[in-house]
């Protein structure tokens, strides 16, 4: 039936909102070393811009410390430039054969400011579920104007939906939750 392909296509969606908003928050930077804040590095590497998890080995020998291993020796000059020109913040130290990032601790200022990126990312995530939840259910009732199912129908297929719309906020709340308390204890 379509409306039950609805109620799956609207499952898919929202868990793939819940895994976007993971990635997002691997990319916040919480005082320990995660090879994810370099997701986002791009390098230039004979002529193309190319991501850095491509061109290197990324290794995490000290609690705050990323170590990056380029496979051809020389891309280290771009890696290190790459690195310099993103957003992650941190100045790359280059021996001549690593990259070592020393990830800061991080300052009471600092931490509060990362929670209310945290904040910031989890309302994101919660108004692309109430998107998802509100395209759902207008797919469902033009599945009632083109007769294809009932009034209860409808009402059956809007509870199943807020069901899945309450549990993917949970499952976000519920990750914001651990993010919050990695910040406050690294």
Known sequence: MAAD??????????????????????????????ASILDRVSVEYYGAETPLNQLASITIPEPRMLMI???????????????????????????????????PALTKERREDLVKVVGKEQENAKIAIRNIRRDAIDSVKKLEKAK????????????????????????IDRLTSLKEEEIRTN
């Open 5 to 34: 392909n609805v109620l799956k296509d609207t499952k898919g969606r929202m868990q793939k909102s819940i895994e976007a908003f993971q990635r997002e928050l691997g990319t916040i930077r919480a005082g320990v070393a995660n």
């Open 69 to 103: 291993s380029p496979y051809d020796k020389s891309s280290l000059q771009n890696i290190e430039k790459g690195i310099l020109m993103s957003d992650v913040g941190i100045t790359p130290t280059n021996d001549g054969e690593v990259i070592r990032l020393v990830i």
């Open 148 to 171: 294809e199912i009932t009034e209860d129908d409808v009402k059956r297929y809007e509870k199943d939906i807020q069901q899945l719309t309450d549990d993917s906020t949970k499952e």
